[in-house]
């Protein structure tokens, strides 16, 4: 079986992943002078590795950046464009050494620390993130850091592809999200949840936000080095847009990487850019911020992209889409109800076989420098999803259905044909109706959360996380 990266076949993974280590020998040799000694791929999104070389008698690391699966043609390059300006204008990033062909990635300065958390689900799940002292230190030093980001003249961006400054109100604030959902549609994935808080969005954009400034699009992310922040990094999703989008990235990013106290970062960063911080503001911006990475999550879960992270995706879509109905709720004084239990299993047989089996096979296969014992562990997770889903799906979608219909006072033969009925209500664009929607929308992702975990809610599940308030 052939699979085919960058335009070239290549024959399993074992020779991918020998063929991306030759091409990062050779560029290493070639722009730095420099003889690889160890090239360790890290647990991420997208395929990065630790490359450490020697060069004479010195011995030095790189951190080489590769694409997303599924990322666009020109985000990668955009990302490492996006840095070599924050760089030029005194940013703490990562120096940039440049762009690589093969494997399609650009090299910057590995920061020699300890490692972040990698604020994905399924490592939270095994290891819950703790702040320590010199981290939450370092966190608000980067609230400094986060204001000069800020602070830097959109113009120095006007080069880059996609960084077009808006000029309404409604750009400043919807820009980044429009793009997002407009891929959601064309992919499939927008659905009522979803095409929910896109309108909720729409009609609630605040009018009095019309400065437009760079943004980091994923705030919160840095290395440390004690106290100290040593360097800024992930801007794959920057834009221009308004600052608090960037606010409101730390509660969408805790608790699965923990960012201490909120509120205490919101005032560090008010002291530091000398502006007060309007938290009705940062509540929309967190329905933006959850309502882009949701559609988000949902598109790594391509079937046809090779490697990647589906059940991240599920884990991320569960959780992020239902905190960003929260984040309305609060918005509206709204209370939600959490009362909700799995009933008994239904056993499918031959799926519930099938699937057993694959779990089973599925540990057995061999592990190599292409496919490490965690990818085997991520492989393994989809079928375990899937399990729990046929034994609960005829309850989540009898349920979810049964909840639309107290909200139209129709009855509907299936899920299918109730989720056509309300989107038909959705897309009218009747306020009246959202909070009877972020209500029967939120059970239904807290129905999800629960089959997905196997569990009641419960506060010792990450995955059942209700979203801090900010405004009481």
Known sequence: MQEHVDGQAVEGQDALEASQHEGITAWVRANLAGEVREIVRLERWRPCWKVTYAKGSEVDSIFVRGNRPNAGKHALRFEMDVM????????????????????????????????????????????TPKMSPDRWE??????????????????????????????????????????????????????????????????NVPEHRTEARFIT??????????????????????????????LACFRGRHPYEDMGDIPA????????CGTDVDLRVVGYHTVNFMQLSSIAALTFMDPDTIGGNWIEGVFEYCSITRRGLEAIAELQGQSLDRNLHLPEPEIRRFEDSGLRKLLVDIGRLPTSTAFAPWERDLL???????????????????????????????????????DAAVMELIAAGDPGHDSELVRILHRRLLRLSMITAGTDPTDENLLFYELDPILS
């Open 138 to 203: 370092a966190m608000l030093g980067y609230m400094h850091h986060l204001a000069d980001v800020h602070a830097v003249p959109i113009e120095k961006f006007s080069h880059i592809r996609g960084m077009a400054a808006p000029e309404t109100a409604t750009d400043i604030a919807l820009q980044a999200t429009e793009r997002m959902y407009r891929y959601g549609r064309s992919t499939g994935n927008i659905d009522p949840p979803l095409e929910f808080m896109q309108q909720w969005l729409r009609r």
């Open 380 to 418: 393994g997770a989809v079928p375990d999803f899937l399990l729990k889903h046929a034994r609960y799906r005829g309850w989540f979608e009898r349920e979810t259905a049964q909840d639309i219909s107290s909200l139209t006072g129709q009855s509907y033969p299936d899920l299918v044909t109730a």
């Open 217 to 246: 699009g994923d705030a919160g992310q840095f290395m440390a080095a004690g106290t100290e922040v040593a360097g800024l990094l992930d801007f794959e999703i920057a834009t221009i847009g308004d600052t608090h989008w960037d």
């Open 265 to 272: 970062l919101y005032r560090r960063y008010a002291e530091a």
């Open 84 to 127: 070599e300006v924050l760089e030029g204008n005194g940013v703490k990033v990562p120096h940039i050494y440049g762009w690589m062909e093969a494997p399609k990635a650009f090299v910057m300065d590995w920061i020699d620390t300890e490692e972040r958390a990698p604020g994905m689900l399924h490592t939270a799940f095994e290891n």
